[in-house]
């Protein structure tokens, strides 16, 4: 069965702004959101507990038979900090939200992260590592990066995606 809509990953390190769009995008155009760590949390897709960061793992394999039929309808908006798991298949478009250090040090602490927890995501996004993650996992001319500093920034991303959505539809459903 066709897809009815394109399905877009949006990923980056935690604090760029995935959640904020990905809500954003789904209220604009009607595609359905998915926020990968919720969707975990709810169903409890997890293969253990990481002591040194406090945090439960994610049990990959689960999470991708729990978002196959998803993708398959398509119109799915996906959000998470990583993507190395995925099927490449699954995606038409990918995006790496980036944002500047000093702010993004600012943004997690407000988020209550302090710590190693707080520099680990803070060197994550130094060291471009979801992009380079993106980039070793997806189709390079899929690929994009977005600079998610600003809230001009945050429109003009949404702006462009959403005109991006129709143009995938104009070429894949009429
Ligand atoms: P993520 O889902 O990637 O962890 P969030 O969407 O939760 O990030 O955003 C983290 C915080 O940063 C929120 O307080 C959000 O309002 C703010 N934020 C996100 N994107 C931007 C942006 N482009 N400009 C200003 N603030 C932003
Ligand atoms: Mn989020």
Redesign the pocket.
Known sequence: MAKHGPNILLT?T????????GQELAERTGLSYINVGDLAKEKNLYEGYDEEYNCNILDEDQVVDELEDHMENGGRII?YHGCEFFPERWFDIVFV?RTDNTLLYT?LQERGYSGKKLEDNVQCEIFQTILEEAKDSYKPDIVHELQ????E??EDNIEKIVLWIEKWKQDHLS
């Open positions: 980056g935690p604090g760029t702004g995935k959640t904020t769009l959000d939200l943004r998610s500093n600003t809230p920034e945050m």
